[in-house]
């Protein structure tokens, strides 16, 4: 199976900051990478796809970039509604894996 | 819209069978894939299974023997039987909808199941 090794664990940052969150794949899965949000008691929501890709309705804000296995989630600017846990996917063979998570949290 | 719902029993007895159910609207199950994902409680998310839109079936490993995935497209709804359940089973289940490629464009609310005697 593909690993997904996610960092960090979590985040503290203040409003308008701009955040990153890294995920490397154990091996090349091109750009078959996603990534998810999710908040408190809900369930999991696509925000990037293709490793860049912006989902239909995510802030431009959201944007999403790779470099041979390592991918990384940028928020330009971070919102109050933002705050959650972030998952990566890779999507390049079953079974499909996800990150361990990174719970971003307001400073 | 788009909406999928889980339902099924929130307590299941050790080693008996899971069974839940995903009932889809907004789309034919005849088009669009439609995945199992489980969440251990504060814990990341685990790919369980997928029913393609011609019907095939595909599982994780991880669950060997123990998991089947079918549907009935007259109800649009897809099902989840998984026998020999322990206490490690405990969690909230999610059925998905396959977007293009294997990514998951719109989620249920998510059933939480309890394995406890």
């Known amino acids: 199976d593909i690993q997904m090794t996610q960092s960090p664990a979590s985040l503290s940052a203040s409003l308008e900051e701009i955040v990153t969150i890294t995920c490397q794949a154990s091996?090349?899965?091109?750009?078959?990478l996603a990534w998810y949000q999710q908040k408190p008691g809900k369930s999991p929501q696509l925000l990037i796809y293709g490793a860049t890709s912006l989902a239909d309705g995510v802030p431009s804000r959201f944007s999403g970039s790779r470099s041979g296995t390592q991918n990384s989630l940028k928020i330009s600017g971070l919102q109050v509604e933002d705050i959650g846990i972030y998952y990566c996917?890779?999507?390049?063979?079953?079974?499909?894996?996800f990150g361990t998570g990174t719970k971003l949290e307001l400073k | 819209q788009v909406q999928l719902k889980e339902s099924g029993p929130g307590l299941v007895q050790p080693s008996q069978t899971l069974s839940l159910t995903c009932t889809v609207s907004?789309?034919?199950?005849?088009?669009?894939?439609v995945h199992w994902v489980r969440q251990h409680s504060g814990k990341s998310l685990e790919w369980m299974g997928r029913m393609w839109s011609d019907g095939d079936t595909s599982y994780n490993s991880a669950f060997t023997s123990r998991l089947s995935i079918s549907r009935d497209t007259s109800k649009s709804q897809v099902f989840l039987k998984m026998n020999s359940l322990q206490t490690e089973d405990t969690g909230t289940y999610y059925c998905?909808?396959?977007?293009?490629?294997?990514?998951?464009?719109?989620w249920g609310q998510g059933v939480m199941v309890t394995v406890s005697s």
């Open positions: 907004g789309f034919s199950l005849t088009s669009y894939s």
């Open positions: 996917q890779q999507a390049s063979s079953a079974p499909y894996t």
């Open positions: 998905a909808r396959n977007s293009g490629g294997s990514y998951f464009d719109y």
């Open positions: 091996q090349d899965i091109g750009n078959w």
